[in-house]
Structure formats: structure tokens, C-alpha cells
């Protein structure tokens, strides 16, 4: 149970970061996080839940092992935009940049991987 908890504050610090770094996904991190707490406190997994942002995504996938096209096109789209202009901009090695676009590329295929809804709540409020 602490294990799991620490792990969730763990990988809301990732997806925290993920938010205003663009070479790690945000989206996989909090759904891991809701995963772990769903497991060691209900008070966070709640808080979770409760989430605007968040909330309906972790839902979609509790409920249906699916992200919102939205969801992914967001994630996508900012890892492109954002991570592209780091690894082709702000890196100063040939070495950064090659990490940096391997980092761009994990976070890259591990949302297009997610399934995306069809059919269900959050993808029909899209």
C-alpha cells in the first residue's frame, strides 16, 4: 500500500512536470497515478477523479481502457510542437537532441497506443 501511494505522487510528479516539459507525456503518468491510488487511497485516487482535467480522462480509461481522440490529438500535438522546438532549438549537443528526440519519441508512441473512445462519455462530449 505505501509503495503504491508513494509510486502515485510519483507519477503525478511526472505528469506535473509533463505539463509544462514537452519531452514527457503527461497522459500515461496520470493514468498511472490514478492506478496506483486506486490501489493505497481512495482520498487521492478521488481527488483524482474529481479533477477537471484530468477527471473525465481517468474515468474513460477505468471505465473503457480509452482515451478521448481530443485527449490524444492535445498530447500529440503539444509533444510535437513544444518537444520539436526543444529538440531542434533549445538543445545545445548533437547528443541532447538525439535524447531529446528519443524522449519525444517514448512519450509519442505511448499515446498513440492508447486506444481512443468511441462511444463513450467523454468521447461524446468532445
Not at 503527461?26 to 481527488?47: D, E, K, M, N, Y
Not at 500529440?76 to 531529446?100: D, E, N, Q, R
Request: with cysteine; aromatic share 12%.
Amino acid at each position: 500500500m505505501i509503495l503504491y501511494r508513494f509510486l502515485g505522487y510519483f507519477f503525478v510528479a511526472l505528469g506535473g512536470i509533463g505539463v509544462v516539459l514537452p519531452l514527457l507525456p503527461t497522459t500515461p503518468f496520470i493514468l498511472v497515478a490514478a492506478g496506483c491510488f486506486a490501489r493505497s487511497s481512495p482520498r487521492c485516487h478521488q481527488w483524482l477523479l474529481n479533477n477537471k482535467v484530468f477527471g473525465p480522462m481517468i474515468v474513460d480509461w477505468q471505465e473503457h481502457q480509452c482515451i478521448s481522440a481530443k485527449t490524444k490529438v492535445v498530447a500529440v500535438s503539444s509533444m510535437i510542437v513544444f518537444g520539436g522546438y526543444s529538440v531542434f532549438f533549445a538543445m545545445p549537443t548533437l547528443t541532447f537532441k538525439i535524447i531529446g528526440a528519443l524522449l519525444v519519441l517514448t512519450g509519442l508512441v505511448s499515446v498513440l497506443r492508447l486506444k481512443t473512445c468511441t462511444g463513450c462519455r467523454q468521447a461524446e462530449a468532445s
